[in-house]
């Protein structure tokens, strides 16, 4: 299996997912176009995505989900009250594109999705566990916290993209307004680069793990200032880079390198 960071940041979000059989797209935060310029960047046809999960109904993370729908008949996959919440966003689609996940599984050719409760202000927030083959990749991003349901179903994941979302000093000497500030820092907002790292350190074991951090802001937040975070806790935690975990960084604005599992 394989998986790219098409997209990851407060200005949106997408995620390839494939295997040999299979290729998924986790959320399409950005216009259709810059989902189809992102795939072909990488050498993937958007007329090979088999399936579209969406996480939640906020923009950043469905903006480009009923054009790319419409465009290529693809089937988009959430539970039923996230269908209700970004139907008027996203545009009509044929009904037979319309999945509603039921009991947090679904099944896209040879691989199985379990859907798991995050904690974001979103009616019905979720992330996504994608097996194949005893090969595992979990998205873990807009968490509030990280929650012993996720710490419990990342431990045994071979790759993660998880959200190192702010450093706090930034965010909280920032630009925001105060209630923007409240929101982020709360248990609904979003991972902290020192609690990303905490989250690392809590679901290491023997096996070496691919984890990618993602969802940065752009206002509080540096890429080079999320990775060192994140290494130093793990550094004086006696974590070996490249032996007990590799560690990548997700592009705002263009696709990530590949991560294969």
Request: proline share 4%; with cysteine.
């Amino acid at each position: 299996m394989f998986f790219y960071s098409l997209y990851s940041g407060s200005s949106g979000n997408s995620v390839l997912v494939s295997s040999e059989k299979t290729k998924i797209l986790i959320d399409a935060g950005l216009p259709g176009k810059s989902i189809e310029k992102a795939l072909h960047t990488i050498d993937q046809k958007p007329t090979e995505i088999d399936a579209i999960f969406v996480t939640h109904e906020h923009t950043d993370h469905i903006k480009g989900v009923g054009v790319l729908s419409r465009k290529y008949d693809i089937p988009i996959y959430t539970d039923s009250l996230t269908w209700e919440a970004m139907l008027p966003k996203i545009g009509k689609l044929k009904e037979h594109n319309i999945k509603i996940i039921e009991n947090n599984y679904s099944n896209v050719k040879d691989l199985d999705i379990i859907s798991y409760n995050i904690p974001h202000d979103a009616v019905s927030p979720h992330g996504y566990s994608i097996c194949n083959n005893k090969k595992k990749f979990c998205l873990a991003t807009d968490l509030g916290y990280f929650t012993e349901e996720i710490q419990s179903i990342l431990k045994d994941a071979d790759a993660i993209l998880l959200e190192s979302n702010h450093d706090e000093e930034m965010l909280k000497f920032g630009p925001y307004p105060y209630v923007l500030k409240r929101r982020i820092l709360s248990d609904m907002g979003h991972l902290s680069n020192e609690a990303c790292g905490k989250a690392i350190l809590s679901i290491l074991n023997s096996y070496k793990k691919k984890i990618m951090l993602g969802h940065l802001s752009k206002t509080n937040n540096y890429p080079d200032l999320a990775y060192q975070t994140v290494l130093s806790l793990l550094t004086e935690n006696e974590v070996k880079l490249n032996e007990d975990i590799e560690l990548f960084m997700a592009n705002r604005s263009i696709p990530s390198k590949i991560v294969e599992f």
